[in-house]
């Protein structure tokens, strides 16, 4: 990597520390800290919730009927997304300690605890479980998929591409077979050095 990359790496992962730190002061603001990953309110802050939640047949009678129509397409997607979840969980058992690649903690992508907000109907709560699974489903395929990734190929491509995961930025670039051949090494060994 260039001396200006690494300085732009060095600037986004001070960047990244400060987006931490502002969250830590929004949860202090919002009254409410987390005590073993567990969410724990002020007294007033849960009594404020209850009274700002709408009550399931009001949310239901303004909405549209198209959007209750298309719950089941929506809902239908489990199926799959459960399948997936076990195939990159049993791939993951088998092949990464085979290549001695750090296994990717399934708990720090899948975070479910939206439904402890008591400003949520009960139709809510049971969305927000939704979302929270399957997106972090993929947040968690994603990292799995970036550390196959940077195991066997860790060339960018010669576009740019949109979003591409976190470990994308130390690939070599696209077309430098000579860092391709000093540098796999150097990725794979930092795969087997990782924490979660």
Not at 3 to 32: G, P, S, V
């Amino acid at each position: 990597m260039s001396e200006t990359l690494d300085k732009l790496q060095a600037r986004l992962n001070a960047l990244e520390d400060e987006i931490e730190q502002e969250w830590d002061r929004r949860r202090e603001a919002m009254q409410f800290h987390l005590d073993r990953n567990k969410v724990v309110f002020e007294q007033n802050v849960r009594e404020a919730h209850r009274k700002a939640r709408v009550r399931l047949w009001q949310f239901l009678k303004y909405t549209r009927p198209t959007v209750v129509l298309s719950a089941p397409v929506i809902y239908s997607l489990i199926v799959p997304f459960a399948l997936l979840d076990l195939f990159v969980t049993v791939y993951q058992a088998i092949c990464f300690p085979i290549y001695k690649i750090a296994k990717v903690k399934r708990s720090s992508h899948i975070a479910i605890d939206r439904q402890h907000l008591a400003y949520l109907n009960g139709l809510q709560k049971l969305n927000c479980i939704y979302c929270g699974y399957c997106n972090g489903l993929l947040s968690y395929v994603r990292e799995i998929a970036g550390r196959t990734e940077q195991y066997w190929c860790p060339i960018k491509h010669s576009r740019r591409v949109k979003g591409p995961h976190l470990r994308y930025r130390d690939f070599v670039d696209y077309a430098d077979a000579e860092a391709f051949q000093s540098q796999t090494m150097r990725l794979r060994e930092a795969l087997r050095q990782m924490k979660e």
